[in-house]
């Protein structure tokens, strides 16, 4: 974590960064990222802990909200603003399996849920949701769904398609709106 963070620091501090609000945001995410939570709080530590009299942090994080109910005392000390990816109801959660194969939606709901009631301030200023479009949701679903449940207007972006396996493309094809 410091070898990362001691290449960022002298140009956080040099005259040629022009950034007018001294504000570095250090996000977090790529498949789920609570699951290093280790490496989370080190960085976060780090930067807490810096001695920089020009420069404040912002914590960021995407998650599918799976395990963020055994760090959000964490996330909410150190304000992070939080994306949870949520395709909208069970059905439309479906693409987002846990490793056995269930579906996430569970406990994504539930986490979410307990977040908005045991946090509601927090909930209302750092929570946000992202949803994926595709064959098994549309639009009008995903929006009812969060705005009727979280209040909140997702963002919605479609399936990525970098990466697929050849053999797979068909198969995102069906999925792919």
Same mark, same amino acid.
């Given at each position: 974590?410091?070898?990362?963070?001691?290449?960022?620091?002298?140009?956080?501090?040099?005259?040629?960064?022009?950034?007018? %609000?001294?504000?570095?945001?250090?996000?977090?995410?790529?498949?789920?990222?609570?699951?290093?939570?280790?490496?989370?709080?080190?960085?976060?530590?780090?930067?807490?802990?810096?001695?920089?009299?020009? !420069?404040?942090?912002?914590?960021?994080?995407?998650?599918?909200?799976?395990?963020?109910?055994?760090?959000?005392?964490?996330?909410?000390?150190?304000?992070?603003?939080?994306?949870?990816?949520? %395709?909208?109801?069970?059905?439309?959660?479906?693409?987002?399996?846990?490793?056995?194969?269930?579906?996430?939606? %569970?406990?994504?709901?539930?986490?979410?849920?307990?977040?908005?009631?045991?946090?509601?301030?927090?909930?209302?200023?750092?929570?946000?949701?992202?949803?994926?479009?595709?064959? !098994?949701?549309?639009?009008?679903?995903?929006?009812?769904?969060?705005?009727?449940?979280? %209040?909140?207007?997702?963002?919605?972006?479609?399936?990525?398609?970098?990466?697929?396996?050849?053999?797979?493309?068909?198969?995102?094809?069906?999925?792919?709106?």
């Amino acid at each position: 974590v410091q070898t990362v963070f001691n290449y960022f620091i002298p140009l956080w501090s040099s005259k040629s960064n022009k950034s007018s %609000d001294q504000i570095t945001s250090v996000g977090f995410y790529g498949g789920e990222p609570l699951l290093n939570f280790r490496l989370i709080q080190k960085s976060v530590d780090f930067c807490n802990h810096l001695n920089l009299s020009n !420069r404040k942090f912002k914590y960021t994080m995407t998650t599918n909200a799976t395990l963020i109910d055994k760090h959000i005392s964490f996330l909410i000390e150190n304000d992070f603003q939080i994306t949870i990816s949520l %395709d909208g109801n069970k059905q439309n959660q479906s693409y987002r399996p846990f490793q056995n194969g269930k579906n996430s939606y %569970d406990k994504v709901f539930k986490n979410a849920k307990l977040i908005q009631e045991k946090y509601p301030e927090f909930f209302k200023t750092n929570i946000s949701f992202n949803s994926v479009l595709h064959d !098994r949701n549309s639009v009008e679903e995903i929006h009812q769904f969060i705005f009727k449940e979280f %209040d909140k207007i997702p963002q919605i972006s479609s399936v990525n398609n970098y990466g697929i396996k050849p053999e797979k493309v068909k198969d995102f094809e069906a999925m792919f709106k």
